[in-house]
């Protein structure tokens, strides 16, 4: 069984998706742990309706490596071995990258390497606005350059006439919960 923790900044929709793909025994996992910066994050509902510890840990006034050593803290306290990154806002600090290394998946709202660096609608915005046919999301590991480690999976889908950031939005994301667990499971055969 793979312990996961997972980053999140935001609404966390893709812990849904994967929590629920644990429960109904597709996924050979556990959640451990929900760490969030941002004390408002709907990722902290997520937490409470699947029963899930959670831990808030605000970054504002410090250094990066102080705050990353304190969630990396938090992850050997669960005895995690694999860290999720859904919308987590933070770029983080090398030494954490190395200590995790081969540990932690990103999810990114685009086919990578397209719109490397840019984050949740800046990047639908640029698909729609470039008249991209297809889009998509991409699992990779992380490294300490953004958004360049190696790809694990993608998972594609067409921009249709009438998208706009919210419906693009609401696709990409349903694919997002399905690579996640495919990363996972993947993941976990070659540890």
Known sequence: ?????????????????????????????????IITNNRSALILDKAKKYGVDFSIIEHKNRHREEFDQQI?????EK??????????MRILSTP????????????????????????????????????DKETGCTIHLVTS??????????????VLENDTVESLK?????LEGEA?????KS???NE
């Open 170 to 174: 609401v696709r990409v994301q349903q």
């Open 180 to 184: 996640f667990i495919e990363s996972i």
């Open 79 to 88: 005895e995690v071995d694999l860290v999720l990154l859904v919308g987590f």
């Open 187 to 189: 993941w976990g055969k």
């Open 1 to 33: 069984m793979i312990k996961i923790g997972i980053l999140g900044s935001t609404n966390g929709s893709d812990v849904v998706p994967i929590a629920e793909a644990i429960l109904s025994g597709k996924l050979d996992a556990s959640i451990e742990i």
């Open 145 to 158: 350059e953004v958004d360049k480690g190696p790809i694990l999976v993608q998972k594609k889908c067409s």
């Open 96 to 131: 954490f990258i190395k200590k995790w290394n081969k540990k932690i998946l990103n999810v990114h709202p685009s086919l990578l390497p397209k719109y490397a660096g840019g984050m949740n609608k800046d990047v639908h915005e640029a698909v729609l606005k470039n008249k």
């Open 72 to 76: 990396s803290n938090k992850l050997l």
